[in-house]
């Protein structure tokens, strides 16, 4: 390992000499600080918590030591061929003239937020492409630092962008090795410390503060500049405290524009941002981030209680809370942002390291294989501002939103407000970067399956190759097969779903010793040769669970399956290559299922279907489920959606039908949460 003084010098000198800075720009000056507290790790090294923070259960790998592959590469490269690797090109928001690349347009959070998701995108596939239109943009950021350690636009001063350009150039880091980036955020959180007591936390970034707070962490496991930890205190001090909120949670039911005290052209007041959704999925985070800083154990474990009330109040079968943008109660046809799915999972993604908890991997799961696609077309050209997971119609009219617009369900560019538009991207490709993490003890651990390949080092610093083959989470097998250098002693922990009971592991072909407990990771620790092999078996059992006016949700494995009326796309507005969409049903929507829900594989089965298509996408869907159910008249069109659930049991003198349920994902118009017969 070499000091970053002696990686920075080359690789700036080199940058300048290629591209030069032309007149009135200014160039970051290689150094402020004359000081090395550390050594920079090398690329692939797994970075842990110093002293005094508290340590982690896991690990984050840094970004590229895993590869996607099988489905999850399909997914990866349908984004890139969409809005992913195409919005700069087609909406002015991104495109040349951003204030993030020097121009005189937008200058706030799209560029960074377009970036956040570009990066591990582009260094995932690796993809020269797309490496080298993210590097266009970050080189821009690393070659305009002010001289007082500012960074970005000089049109607005807003800390919150920067937060999110600061999670930007983490990744950055991590895929290139660029020795720029840490001086220049030690430079940067610098010129923060000074600044911030005369220009404090305001508005989104008051209610955000989490979200730097994990980039100051990320730099203080590289530096150990103590001088971070008091700005991480200061940062605190002046956040909003989301965990009194959650002590004393004032939104038990569904907020309006009046409750909220909204006023078209004011500022938001607090009470607004306190339900506000995308707030509030980002803020999951924040008790354990902090509790890593705090030490408090009560602080870290504050989330489950968080988590707890959102799911009592605002729970949807999807995995999601309800936010339509703001808290919106149990009803599945409220909705929620698709900025709150992608934050949720960074979220669930950054508990899981802290806490090693296996439900924070099952929570990740069920939004990541059916939140987040079900509310982007299977090319990934459009995507919806609000979701429902009761949704028979995407057209422009008012609904029964809490505070949002007439097109917030449209599939299209940028339906009602342009941020998920510019957000949007990060979802698949942070879910690649933490499908694995690492362990205190040199050890590995699965949080989320899905096919890929993992390349990291193992006990006392040796290399291992780890490949994943599984068409999970459509079927429950999975096949890891182990790499090492040479043979190595590691544990390898196993996340065993709180839906799997019955699991079977077998190492080598031989079945494992103790107990195998759903909710729990299992571990193996043991002499790891080349080319051993371990084959999980999850049961993929149907299961019934009960939500709003005790209707009826159907699941298999992480999978929530839906009835998908068949569609008619109505085309709105050509946007170039994108279009904004609306979507009509053909077919009927207002069905009672007729269930054995003891045993439900009594009354549903599990039908293989060959794949065509994207993964979630109907001609892409593996596995259908056919039942039978009956016609209730009595549940209309409310509002543009479907009306209040009726309490079940309910009962129909409508015929019986045979009905098909797809995963939920496939479905862009569905029903999920299903009224139920008395007499099945």
């Not at 803020?283 to 509790?291: D, E, N, T």
């Not at 107990?515 to 080319?531: C, K, P």
């Amino acid at each position: 390992m070499v000091t970053w003084i002696r990686q920075f010098t080359p690789v700036y000198l080199a940058f300048v000499a290629a591209v030069g800075v032309g007149a009135g720009q200014t160039a970051a000056p290689p150094a402020v600080h004359t000081k090395v507290i550390a050594s920079a790790p090398a690329a692939d090294a797994v970075v842990r918590n110093r002293a005094p923070l508290r340590r982690n259960k896991f690990d984050l790998l840094p970004l590229g030591a895993i590869t996607p592959a099988g489905w999850l590469r399909q997914q990866l490269e349908v984004q890139a061929a969409g809005l992913t690797g195409h919005i700069d090109e087609i909406w002015p928001d991104l495109g040349p003239d951003s204030g993030w690349l020097g121009g005189a347009g937008e200058a706030w959070e799209r560029g960074p937020y377009f970036l956040d998701g570009l990066i591990p995108l582009a260094y995932e596939l690796k993809d020269p492409a797309l490496m080298t239109k993210a590097s266009r943009w970050v080189e821009w950021t690393l070659t305009h630092q002010q001289p007082s350690g500012q960074i970005g636009p000089t049109k607005n001063d807003d800390w919150w962008p920067r937060m999110v350009m600061l999670k930007v150039l983490t990744q950055y880091q991590e895929a290139t090795g660029d020795a720029r980036v840490i001086p220049l955020m030690q430079r940067y959180f610098a010129f923060q410390a000074q600044e911030i007591d005369k220009h404090p936390l305001f508005e989104w970034s008051k209610y955000r503060w989490q979200d730097e707070l994990v980039s100051v962490v990320w730099l203080y496991n590289r530096t150990g500049d103590p001088k971070l930890l008091d700005l991480a205190r200061r940062l605190h001090s002046q956040g909003y405290d989301w965990r009194r909120q959650f002590e004393h949670f004032p939104f038990t039911a569904k907020q309006t524009r009046e409750s909220l005290g909204l006023k078209t052209g004011s500022a938001n007041p607090d009470i607004a941002m306190q339900s506000h959704g995308v707030n509030n999925a980002m803020a999951l985070k924040a008790s354990p981030v902090w509790g890593s800083i705090s030490g408090q154990a009560a602080d870290v474990e504050a989330v489950h209680e968080q988590i707890q009330i959102l799911d009592r109040y605002h729970g949807l079968p999807n995995g999601m809370f309800s936010a339509d943008e703001h808290f919106a109660g149990p009803d599945p046809s409220q909705g929620i942002e698709l900025c709150a799915v992608v934050e949720a999972m960074f979220s669930y993604e950054n508990i899981e390291a802290i806490l090693g908890d296996a439900d924070f991997g099952d929570r990740l799961e069920r939004i990541a294989f059916n939140a987040l696609p079900g509310t982007l077309t299977d090319d990934m050209w459009a995507h919806q501002y609000d979701q429902q997971p009761n949704q028979i119609k995407c057209t422009r009219t008012d609904r029964q939103w809490s505070t949002n617009g007439p097109e917030s369900n449209l599939f299209g560019l940028e339906p009602n407000f342009g941020c998920c538009t510019a957000n949007m991207h990060q979802g698949w490709p942070k879910l690649v970067e933490t499908l694995w993490m690492a362990t205190p003890d040199g050890g590995l651990a699965t949080v989320v399956y899905a096919p890929n390949e993992v390349r990291t080092v193992v006990g006392k610093g040796i290399a291992v190759k780890l490949v994943e083959e599984s068409d999970y989470p459509f079927e429950g097998h999975v096949r890891l097969t182990v790499e090492p250098q040479s043979t190595v002693r590691f544990p390898l922990r196993l996340r065993v779903p709180a839906w799997a009971n019955g699991t079977k592991i077998r190492a080598n072909g031989k079945n494992v010793v103790g107990r195998i407990e759903a909710g729990t990771f299992y571990t193996l620790d043991r002499d790891w040769h080349s080319g051993d092999h371990i084959d999980i078996d999850f049961p993929m059992l149907l299961r019934v669970t009960h939500w709003y006016h005790n209707s009826v949700v159907i699941e298999r494995g992480p999978l929530v399956y839906a009835l998908a009326p068949t569609p008619e796309w109505s085309k709105l507005k050509d946007r170039g290559p994108a279009s904004d969409w609306e979507v009509r049903p053909s077919t009927p929507w207002n069905y009672a299922l007729a269930i054995d829900e003891k045993h439900p594989e009594r009354s549903i089965d599990v039908v293989q279907r060959s794949s065509k298509g994207a993964p979630f996408s109907m001609d892409g869907t593996r596995i259908a489920l056919h039942l039978h159910g009956r016609r209730l008249p009595g549940w209309t069109v409310v509002e543009e959606s479907a009306g209040p659930l009726p309490m079940s049991p309910v009962t129909s003198a409508e015929p019986e039908e045979s009905l098909t349920l797809v995963p939920y994902g496939a479905a862009k118009l569905r029903i999920t949460a299903f009224p139920f017969l008395s007499s099945p």
